[in-house]
T-cell receptor, first 115, second 113 residues
């Protein structure tokens, strides 16, 4: 149980285009989903927290107009990187939690490369 | 402040025990987690411990928590080459309806045959 999927696993896009990454909880309802970014040989950086049906809470320094997050259902959250630039290239990981007292389960990550 | 520290590297021989240590600064953490990340992959939850527990054992994994010293450790018994990965320690902080994890930088475990 507690499987989280992400799609796509890898994406290459051109500078200036937008990319959407999906995060799904496959066998549980995720009241809260988290989006992280991981730089090479670095820890995870929390970008935002989203609760189903409400606006995401962004961490300091993360541009909400650039990284659009939608958590429309209890099993799906999306992250859209708008007007991508090469410095947005990174490994993006989502996680999902079924509620209070429950741990976060992570997706396999999406490798974004912006050329 | 919120900070989690881990040593960056650990090297052990196959069959030995590995002990990965973690210290944290915020005493209000509710849960503490160990995650494993294999190269090019996402994170896998290994185990977690509630902050009012001292120890948790799950097969080859033993988690020890010293809340007074804010010290958490993960012991892997009979370490195998497949255990080679980066291990992240994280503490969960709850503030009202907000929950967030504070992460260490990860300990890279190398298991030598």
């Amino acid at each position: 149980g507690a499987v989280v999927s992400q799609h796509p696993s890898r994406v290459i896009c051109k500078s200036g285009t937008s990319v959407k990454i999906e995060c799904r909880s496959l066998d549980f309802q995720a009241t809260t989903m988290f989006w992280y970014r991981q730089f090479p040989k670095k820890s995870l950086m929390l970008m935002a927290t989203s609760n189903e049906g409400s606006k995401a809470t962004y961490e300091q320094g993360v541009e909400k107009d650039k990284f659009l997050i939608n958590h429309a259902s209890l099993t799906l959250s999306t992250l859209t990187v708008t007007s991508a630039h090469p410095e947005d290239s990174s490994f993006y990981i989502c996680s999902a939690s079924g509620g209070q007292g429950r741990p976060q389960y992570f997706g396999p990550g999406t490798r974004l490369t912006v050329t | 402040g919120e900070d989690v520290e881990q040593s960056l590297f650990l090297s052990v021989r196959e069959g030995d025990s590995s002990v990965i240590n973690c210290t944290y600064t915020d005493s209000s953490s509710t849960y503490l987690y160990w995650y494993k990340q294999e190269p090019g992959a996402g994170l896998q939850l290994l185990t977690y411990i509630f902050s009012n527990m001292d120890m948790k054992q799950d097969q080859r994994l033993t988690v020890l928590l010293n809340k007074k010293d804010k010290h958490l450790s993960l012991r892997i018994a009979d370490t195998q080459t497949g255990d080679s990965a980066i291990y992240f320690c994280a503490e969960r902080l709850d503030a009202g309806n907000n929950r967030k994890l504070i992460w260490g930088l990860g300990t890279s475990l190398a298991v030598n045959p």
